[in-house]
């Protein structure tokens, strides 16, 4: 039964939530507060966390921040009450895996929450990409799932695990954002391209890629990204 963590402030949005989750299968602790659910994150271990950006007290930035800090990768699902550009971006970068805007329905919800833990196992291979490969500094391993930069293990948050795993099963290969979104997030056509471009700054600096010189994701201008082996 899948775990799950959800922070949010309101009481009744918390109990409607709450309830609709447990109805579809899963286990489920809710906090109030930011500092309520970084408690109930170390105790209850969930498999994801629903997290809603504005909380009272310490933020849900703040919360994120907190949780990729100690270098969990718990998978995190923020929800806003805006769909403003800057919170939505500011989410993604700070180690959200995804988003959604309130009020959200549960059924849409439970669709990002069953995406986000599928993206959990990666990307398997398909028999003929080997399962452990060395890109100058960069090992990967597809096996088990690890990734290596210099000899030290790089913690990587689910998302940017599997886009790493599909850019790199094809070196050289230009991949659409919307591709990466469908392949990566399982969004449809109308996905948002942020949370690639997110995914692909916060990737970068976990592999020690220098600002503006990228040595392994290069940006093909105006279409979108591809994997480089040195």
């Known amino acids: ?14 109990e409607g939530v709450r309830l609709a989750l447990r109805r579809q299968g899963h286990d489920v602790a809710a906090a109030g507060t930011g500092e309520d659910g ?3 994150l170390r105790s209850f271990r969930p498999d994801v966390v629903v997290l809603d950006l504005m909380l009272p007290g310490m933020s849900g930035l703040d919360v994120c921040h907190r949780i990729r ?9 923020m929800a806003t009450a805006r769909g403003d550009d800057v919170d939505i971006v500011v989410g993604l970068e700070a180690g959200a895996d995804d988003y959604v805007v309130k009020p959200v329905q549960a059924r849409v919800l439970e669709a990002r929450i069953r995406a986000v833990l599928r993206r ?5 291979s398909d028999g003929t990409t080997p399962k452990t490969e060395t890109h100058g500094e960069l090992t990967i391993d597809r ?11 790089v913690a990587l948050a689910p998302s940017e695990l599997r886009l790493l795993l599909t850019l790199s099963a094809s070196p050289g290969q230009v991949f659409s954002r919307q591709q990466l979104l469908e392949a990566v997030w399982e969004h449809s056509y109308h996905g948002d391209s942020r949370l690639v471009d997110a995914c ?3 990737l970068r ?3 020690g ?3 503006g010189q990228p040595r392994y994701i290069q940006t093909v201008r105006g279409f979108g990204y591809q994997f480089r082996s040195r």
Request: net charge negative; charged share 25%; no cysteine.
């Open 69 to 77: 800090g100690a270098d969990d990768q718990v998978p995190i699902i």
């Open 1 to 14: 039964m899948p775990r799950v963590l959800l922070i949010e402030d309101d009481r009744a949005v918390r």
């Open 38 to 40: 970084l408690e109930q």
């Open 143 to 153: 096996a088990a799932l690890t990734v290596t930069h210099q000899g030290a293990p």
């Open 205 to 207: 600096t976990k592999m």
């Open 200 to 202: 692909v700054k916060r």
């Open 209 to 211: 890629e220098p600002p």
């Open 120 to 124: 959990v196992g990666g990307t398997p």
